[in-house]
């Protein structure tokens, strides 16, 4: 499986600028055999957190038909990062991925809202787990969000139910690069898995973003980074390590759930 990563700048509440440039490096950047695109957390506006009671999507309703179209015209799957979505009288960190056949096959509220950025004065927790979906060519993957990544509890329940790949799509501040680099390590090393970090990069005036989005093999080596700039990265991804690494480190096999507190 070949998965390219598209770290970009996001555009401060600036929702039409956004999906005019993830249109633009999908014609551009795009190479011919690549079978998955992942995208970083709130592309679409932001932490424009402020606004998002006007700028928010609605049910997705704008973000995954243009996510769609895109999918199918390109034939590609999308790990489509999040966006900012209102839900009733509620606004999400709203996470979903899409077929190349251009159906929606995930979508997951951002559980853990990251107090440093003042999310939670602005949206709501999501109220349910990632959930383990099967790509194109049946690879079992997950994707969870950003500040979800300092709580490990939140992967094991799709890594122990055969995720094979976990997705975590971020925009993630450059002060604490170091954490996001030994984090993603350690969710590959405890799950016997692959974990890809995709995030954006840049200041928008508020916050600086790391970059440094990043591929990790289920031994906890990375076979791919980026650094701090604007930039594709492009890798192939063999899953059958996965059952290898599983085999030789059989952490799901030892779990000891009846007595963990």
Known sequence: MKVQLFQ??????????????????????????????VLPEMWNNGYALEKLNELADKDLNDSLPFISNLA?????????????????????NTAFSVLSNGKCINRYNKVHLVPMLSEPDFMSPGKQVPEPFELSDGTLATQIICYDLRFPELLRYPARSGAQIAFYVAQWPTVRLNHWLALLKAR?????????????????????????????????????ELGSNESTLSIDIDVNEVSEQRQAIPVFDNLKLNLYK
């Not at 015209?73 to 209102?86: E, M």
């Not at 974990?195 to 031994?219: F, K, L, R």
């Open 188 to 224: 590959a090393i405890e799950n016997d898995m692959f974990v890809v970090g995709t995030n954006s990069c840049g200041n928008d005036g508020q916050t600086d973003y790391a970059g440094h989005s990043i591929v990790i093999n289920p031994n906890g080596e990375v076979i791919a």
């Open 72 to 92: 199918k015209t390109y034939q590609v799957d999308i790990i489509a990062g999040s966006v900012s979505n209102q839900i009733g009288q509620n606004i999400y």
């Open 8 to 37: 970009i700048y996001i555009e401060y509440g600036q929702a039409e600028q956004n999906k005019s440039k993830i249109k633009q490096w999908f014609e551009n950047e795009l190479e011919d055999d690549t079978d998955v695109v």
